[in-house]
């Protein structure tokens, strides 16, 4: 082998071995062809958006652009819950980008330079052997990745990617299953059709620089030992060339066509994704809708019709889904398959469905039913764990949201549904109880209580509808209460003018009811004299803190945990009575997911002497207990388990926990119920951190009469 | 064919109830006022024939109080008109008899000729409004209905008896029905329509006078606590050895 300057400038022919001169026009034709189809298809996709409402652009496109792209380049939301995936997934995109952009080299440098500058043309020496190896590598591990994408799907039986739909509708849904395999089998051959290319010009030149596509050299050996020889790898070189290029053109003509499309809409999708999504959900100015259970494209916004499209069907969202999981026939994934394969066919190509608004708002299918069920939207928690886990950032919960408001609007729902949202429009609180009793908690809490207004406090305690009339959450409340006393804490109520925040009843739909509940409440803040507030439930924290300030709330929220968190910080904290026991916690979606706070029940469990275990699905993945977005209104109606028993069964699996630890008023409720229907009531105990906290700053050992005697 | 239901607000028993100096009425100006509960059964089931066979609808309450809430939210549901009527004294509540005094004339005019109202209400200290409409009216008239049909110029109303017995009823129009329950559970409204409504429409007003009442409430007081359960806390033995003694004292 040669070796030192005296070698050859490195470098290849492009159309190498081309015996007639009229193929290399084919091949320009074919591509252009191709091209042309693929941009065809991306403005047949793109007119289908434009069908769709407008929607504020949501701010700092670069931010996002660069946030998107740096979770494509690293497939971190891929990889999340799914090492192997994530793996396989950043192999094969990797891959495929440097493949890729090493054709476009060739083409830069080859059809654009070599007919305006050769002299520039820097595909050669250095370089081309820095690429050789570059897209050597490239076509392995792009083989590799692939070939461990089929092997989880043949052989991994995995749960997500079973299309089986959990509506008990029958549905045919084999074609999708060709499709993720045509797509699979299509990127293999692609691959091992450009790695056997570079073996058979190997075998037909042996260059002096065969050493920097070691892979390809090995497959080279390979055949050689087979017996071919320079000739013969000359032949089959010409015909895997055209074999390559043709499965390549396809390849590219038909991204926008079929599951290949997410190359293009998952990557816009996750740019336009609203970190805020089901946090704050849209008012009428924000492009709010109320959608249709049978909608056309106009009754959508441009964003949700492009995530309708962004879905690549990997079940992730169907897998989490705490209705899914309970037998409920809601999958969020066969939600957005639903519309997707209604608004613009299986593959999302067919263009824009048509039709008058009013027309489509009573639109059903040829069966005659909606496209979308009421059982469906009625069985979601809202508790965002797919949007959580969904790796292109598609936002169910304002969809489903949207439609539920249809459901209200047509009065469809379950009768005690209907009640609570009669209590609460006439009570202000869902029990039904009377205004005047929404303070009755606080005579047993043993320490006075400010009344906010009438008297300046520090911190308005904005104590929610379940810790102020569910006998079990009372208990939380009066515990607060003491603690805060105890702690020297500045603070006071609304008494009756409270009303509830109103977090669940825009969840179910019933934006209206929203609005009145939060003009009261914002009237009666407004005439209290207060610098924070802070709330004991979760949920009325979610909305005060979030979607108040459009209402005119100004002031800081706090979660009552950052509260107590900050005094420890502080150092007010003084800790008697260690709490030497084992305990584990559960985040409360509107606690965690949906506001992130995980940190400061923990700090604080530890804080008390307490040995936390974590439950496998903790923090970001925490399992909802089944009582968000009004379902715990709706009684065990659509489920067939109870989530919150589910819970109960993953915490008694850890080894030795004595106390089941929430953060929530609802979830004080749910799990006492769960843990006794599940059979662990002598096993766990469920109990608020308020109440670990009380009993190791040594105040909790008396009762309510002790303290007030 | 015409549908008048007719409405009224009741005390609601959730908050509480708060006595005149006198003792012989309740404080209006204390207490809460609701929407009888059976009543919005009657307005169902109006909007369910409504629905099925072709109807006007009209609601009708007295301004016994504050009524706008509940006829707005009747428009909202699906009546076509609501009508208000007002008068001296009205606000301190009237008798069922003096309500179906006024109603007669009211219900001619309005050309109703099938008048739908609940079974009864936690205020009914002289009969139920169904009855005494019936009896001013001279109409046909069936109460306890849980369930109406249309039929051409006749009503076909469900009766159920004690001991799961059904009975189905014609009844001729013009006709009078105390409702007991709709088939199905009174809709919800959703506030942004009644909201929307409250904007658009206007309530129909219409002056009345009451009759004079014919009783006099001598006293009005609230039950007396009687008896009441005792609940045994303690271990087994504890508990057994209480039960015994309970036993025991009542002779049993
Ligand atoms: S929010 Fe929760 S319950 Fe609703 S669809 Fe998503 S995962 Fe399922
Ligand atoms: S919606 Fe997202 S998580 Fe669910 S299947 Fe589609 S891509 Fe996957």
Redesign the interface.
């Known amino acids: 082998m040669p070796t030192g300057t005296d070698l050859p400038v490195a470098q290849r022919a492009v159309f190498e071995g081309f015996q007639h001169s009229w193929l290399v026009p084919l091949f320009y034709v074919l591509a252009t062809v191709a091209l042309i189809i693929f941009f065809y298809g991306v403005y047949r996709r793109v007119g289908r958006y434009r069908a769709g409402k407008r929607a504020t652009l949501v701010r700092g496109w670069p931010r996002r652009i660069a946030r998107s792209l740096m979770e494509v380049l690293t497939s971190r939301r891929i990889g999340r819950r799914d090492r192997y995936t994530g793996v396989a997934h950043a192999f094969i995109f990797w891959a495929f980008g440097f493949l890729f952009l090493g054709t476009t080299t060739i083409f830069l440098d080859h059809d654009v330079l070599g007919l305006v500058a050769p002299s520039l043309e820097f595909w050669k020496g250095a370089f081309f052997l820095g690429f050789s190896v570059v897209m050597d590598v490239s076509a392995a591990l792009f083989i590799i990745g692939l070939v461990m994408m089929a092997v989880r799907r043949a052989f991994f039986s995995t749960f997500r990617l079973s299309y089986r739909r959990v509506d008990g509708k029958q549905q045919d849904r084999s074609a999708y299953e060709r499709e993720d395999w045509w797509f699979l089998g299509q990127l293999l051959l692609i691959g091992v059709t450009g790695l056997l290319l570079e073996a058979f010009r190997l075998i037909h030149d042996h260059p002096w620089f065969q050493g920097y596509s070691p892979v390809g050299l090995a497959v080279a050996k390979g055949f050689e030992a087979l017996g071919m020889t320079a000739p013969s790898a000359g032949e089959a070189h010409f015909v895997t060339w055209w074999v390559h290029a043709f499965l390549a053109l396809t390849f590219i003509a038909y991204i926008p066509y079929a599951k290949s499309v997410h190359m293009l809409a998952s990557w816009a999708n996750a740019a336009a994704r609203d970190e805020k999504a089901a946090v704050v959900l849209p008012t009428q100015e924000t492009g709010a809708q109320t959608i249709p259970l049978t909608p056309i494209a106009a009754n959508l916004t441009w964003k949700q019709l492009l995530a309708v499209d962004a879905c690549t069907k990997c079940g992730r969202c169907h897998e989490v889904c705490p209705a899914r999981t309970s037998g409920a026939p809601l999958s969020p994934r066969d939600l957005v398959l639903d519309l997707r394969e209604f608004l613009g066919g299986r593959r999302g190509t067919a263009a824009a469905a048509q039709g008058t608004l009013s027309a489509a708002a009573t639109a059903l299918r040829d069966d005659g039913s909606p496209l979308i069920s009421a059982d469906v939207l009625w069985s979601c928690t809202t508790c965002r764990a797919c949007i959580e886990v969904c790796p292109v950032g598609i936002e169910h919960v304002p969809l489903i949201v949207g439609m539920r408001q249809t459901l209200v609007e047509e009065g469809e729902m379950d009768q005690n549904l209907a009640q609570a949202l009669m209590n609460l429009g006439r009570k202000g609180n869902s029990f039904g109880q009377s205004e005047r009793a929404r303070a009755k908690w606080a005579e047993q809490a043993g320490v006075p209580i400010k009344d906010a207004r009438t008297e300046h406090c520090e911190y308005l305690w904005f104590v929610g509808d379940f810790a102020s009339y569910d006998p079990r959450a009372q208990r939380v409340s009066q515990s607060v209460a003491r603690v805060l006393h105890h702690l020297g804490v500045d603070f006071g109520i609304l008494f009756e003018s409270e009303r509830n925040a109103g977090n669940d009843a825009r969840r179910i739909g019933e934006e209206g009811l929203f609005e009145s509940l939060a003009e009261k409440n914002m009237k009666a803040l407004s005439q209290a004299s207060f610098d924070r507030i802070f709330t004991t439930d979760p949920h009325s924290y979610n909305t005060l803190k979030n979607e108040y300030p459009a209402y005119g709330l100004e002031c800081e929220v706090l979660h009552y945990t950052q509260l107590l968190q900050r005094l420890a910080a502080e150092g007010k904290m003084q800790i008697v009575a260690p709490q030497d026991i084992t305990v584990t916690y559960h985040d409360p979606c509107y606690l965690g997911r949906y506001n992130r706070v995980f940190d400061a029940p923990r700090e604080l469990i530890r804080l008390t002497g307490a040995t936390l275990l974590e439950m496998p699905r903790n923090r970001e993945e925490s399992f909802c207990c089944g009582a968000g977005g009004g379902r715990i209104f709706t009684g065990d109606s659509l489920y067939g388990e109870k989530p919150a028993e589910s819970r109960i069964r993953e915490a008694a699996g850890l080894h030795g926990i004595e106390s089941f630890v929430v953060a929530c008023p609802k979830d004080m409720a749910m799990y006492t119920d769960a843990a006794k229907t599940a059979g662990y009531e002598q096993q766990i105990a469920v109990e608020d951190v308020i109440f670990l906290i009380e009993r190791a700053l040594g105040i909790g050992a008396k009762t309510p009469e002790e303290v007030n005697a | 064919m015409r549908i008048a239901v007719v409405m009224k607000l009741v005390p609601d028993v ?3 109830l708060v006595l005149s100096e006198d003792g012989k009425r309740l404080e209006r100006g204390d207490i ?1 006022l ?1 929407a009888n509960e059976f009543d919005e059964q009657a307005l169902e089931q109006a909007l369910l024939l409504k629905e099925s066979s072709g109807a006007e609808l009209t609601v009708i309450a007295a301004e016994t109080g504050d009524v706008d809430e509940m006829l707005y939210t009747a428009l909202a549901k699906g009546a076509d008109r609501a009508l208000k009527l007002v008068g001296d004294g009205l606000q301190d509540g009237i008798w069922n008899a003096q309500y179906a005094g006024i109603l007669v004339d009211v219900i001619a005019d309005v050309g109703a000729d099938a008048v739908l109202t609940g079974v009864q209400a936690n205020d009914d200290l002289d009969g139920q409004l169904a009855t005494w409409l019936a009896a001013g009216l001279g109409w046909s008239f069936a109460t306890v209905v849980s369930g109406v049909e249309a039929a051409g110029e006749s009503l076909i109303a469900k009766k159920e008896f004690a001991g799961g017995l059904t009975a189905n009823l014609r009844l001729p129009l013009p006709a009078v029905l105390g409702i007991q329950a709709s088939p199905e ?11 929307q409504i409250m904007k658009t429409q206007s309530l129909e007003e219409r002056e009345v006078t009451a009759p004079a009442g014919s009783i006099t409430v001598l006293s009005l007081r609230p039950p007396e606590k009687t008896g009441g359960a005792e609940m045994i806390e303690g271990d087994v033995q504890a508990k057994a050895a209480r039960i015994a003694e309970v036993l025991a004292q009542q002779g049993i």
């Open positions: 959730v908050e509480e809460a609701k559970p009174p809709r919800y409204a959703p506030i942004s329509r009644v909201r």
